[in-house]
């Protein structure tokens, strides 16, 4: 047995999200042959049904789901490698069946004593499989490893987010512990630090010197579905904002780490998220929009008199020598025009750009034509960089047209971007915490959402597959700014009496 050789035990096996996203994604680790070759999966769940009947499932849901056609020869290897445990996870006895089945499949030769346990969900789970898998000796180590990964939400505001981990850390300790944010595996999401980090045109000029603002926006096309009841306790302040919102900012805006190691990493995204200015009553008020879609109350397993948010937009600004008095503005919302997802930096213009040495980078105005520079990083639906230049338009006579260098990534022939979760799972085989979020990183995300005075933020309602409420509109609007790419409604003015 190699040291990546272990075996993967969920917990909630016949749910969406193993189903979705981790069977389809150890399906393609398979096809690429980037698992290791004594890879096993336990597959839990409370349903009787036999092996047969639940691989098949599984492939139904790859049929479905998966982003490339099935490979007949993987799949197969894949299925021969999954086997299906029964157990009612809240009954501490069967942690003890479960603790025997392992031990006897660990004695084989093709099993693996290393485990990676993945709890594919609802968090109200966490501990108390947590403590059955401590309690009945399962996470003995005898040379092994364990690893656990979490999905959010992990918690619904700081405090409860300190009492589920303190729970969680009876029986793992924090360098056993992914929990996950898909979002850090997305392709573009990692191209961040590539594009900051490796081109020396852009990291000099990525502060306040030379920016005017940078914005981070998420569009959903779908309403909230068949996560109505759990969405309705949780909005889109904590279901998108505290996680990939902030974790996005923390990448985009982080200084430089000392070394590209994961803790290194880490340690940046902390100092960038401990420097956000925290919101008080009055900037509650100006600088943060919530919404709510009109057909949102009709949804199946929404309260009727429901006064969650289905949009977010916020103004927040990070105290550092770097950032000092940039805005940032996050967005994020459901039921519009599209689903799309980019991080858009503004640069200044010429004449308002300053040099380190305190002078401005030209006293001239731009021409006639000429506009801001924007830096466009497209995460989703098209992977890809754009970066808006001012050239001199052919003629006779001087004249500025605006010239677009693209690059699009996922427009290239034979491209086949890997799924957040593949690369996150192989990530956790290998023990590479790199894109996982630190307890130190979560506790300082909610403490920043924590600040905001719900009471103060009221409840605007837009359109279905609109662009948003206005309000979010005039957020930018009274800075003189404007959304680059997700548009919002203007205020419209009152109908006159004839």
């Not at 336990?42 to 982003?67: K, N, S």
């Not at 279901?239 to 919102?245: A, E, F, I, T, Y």
């Not at 006293?363 to 001199?392: A, H, Y």
Request: hydrophobic share 35%; proline share 4%; net charge negative.
């Amino acid at each position: 047995m190699n040291e990546l050789s272990c075996t993967m035990i969920i917990f909630g096996a016949t749910g969406d999200l193993t189903r979705r996203k981790l069977i389809p994604a150890l399906h393609q680790l398979q096809y690429g042959g980037h698992l290791p070759e004594d890879f096993q999966v336990v597959a839990i769940g409370r349903r009787e049904i036999t092996q047969e009947e639940y691989r098949e499932d599984l492939f139904h849901a790859m049929v479905a789901y998966t982003r490339i056609l099935i490979d007949e020869d993987s799949w197969e290897t894949l299925a021969r490698r999954i086997t299906y445990y029964k157990m009612d996870l809240t009954k501490t006895e069967e942690y003890r069946g479960l603790q025997t089945f392992l031990k006897e499949r660990q004695h084989g030769e093709n099993f693996s004593c290393n485990q990676l346990f993945y709890l594919a969900m609802a968090p109200e789970f966490f501990t108390v499989i947590v403590d059955g898998l401590k309690d009945t000796g399962i996470l003995e180590e005898t040379g092994n490893w364990n690893r656990l990964v979490l999905e959010k939400p992990f918690g619904k505001d700081l405090a409860s987010a300190k009492v589920l981990n303190e729970n969680i850390q009876r029986a793992f300790r924090e360098e056993q512990i992914f929990r996950i944010d898909h979002y850090l595996g997305k392709e573009m999401i990692q191209n961040i630090t590539m594009l900051r980090f490796q081109n020396t045109i852009f990291e000099p000029l990525w502060n306040s010197r030379y920016i005017d603002n940078i914005q981070i926006s998420v569009s959903e096309l779908d309403g909230v579905g068949s996560r109505a009841p759990y969405y309705d306790q949780t909005g889109a302040l904590r279901d998108m904002v505290q996680n990939h919102l902030l974790q996005t900012l923390a990448i985009t805006a982080m200084d430089p780490p000392k070394t590209m190691e994961a803790d290194q990493i880490r340690d940046a995204k902390v100092k960038l998220l401990s420097e956000l200015i925290l919101f008080t009553e009055e900037t509650s008020k100006t600088n943060v929009v919530f919404g709510q879609y009109e057909s949102y109350k009709n949804e199946i397993g929404v309260q009727e008199n429901s006064v969650t948010e289905t949009f977010v937009a916020l103004k927040l600004f990070i105290d550092n020598a770097r950032w000092r008095g940039v805005p940032f503005y996050l967005t994020t919302g459901k039921k519009l025009p599209e689903k799309s997802a980019q991080v858009t930096v503004e640069f200044k213009a010429p004449n308002q750009c300053v040099q380190p040495e305190g002078e401005p980078c030209q006293v001239f105005d731009m021409q006639p034509g000429s506009q801001v520079n924007i830096l466009e990083i497209k995460i989703q639906p098209k992977e890809g960089i754009s970066l808006r230049l001012n050239t001199k338009k052919p003629s006779v006579i001087s004249e500025t047209v605006v010239a677009e260098m693209e690059y699009c990534q996922s427009c290239q022939n034979n491209f086949n971007t890997p799924d957040a979760y593949e690369k996150l799972l192989l990530d956790v085989i290998h023990g590479d915490s790199t894109r996982f979020t630190r307890w130190d990183e979560l506790a300082l995300t909610w403490y920043f959402i924590d600040s905001i005075h719900l009471d103060q933020v009221p409840l605007c309602e837009y359109e279905d597959l609109g662009r948003g409420p206005w309000e979010a509109h005039e957020l930018l609007e009274r800075d003189q700014r404007k959304w680059w790419h997700v548009e919002t409604h203007k205020k419209e003015a009152p109908n006159e009496d004839p």
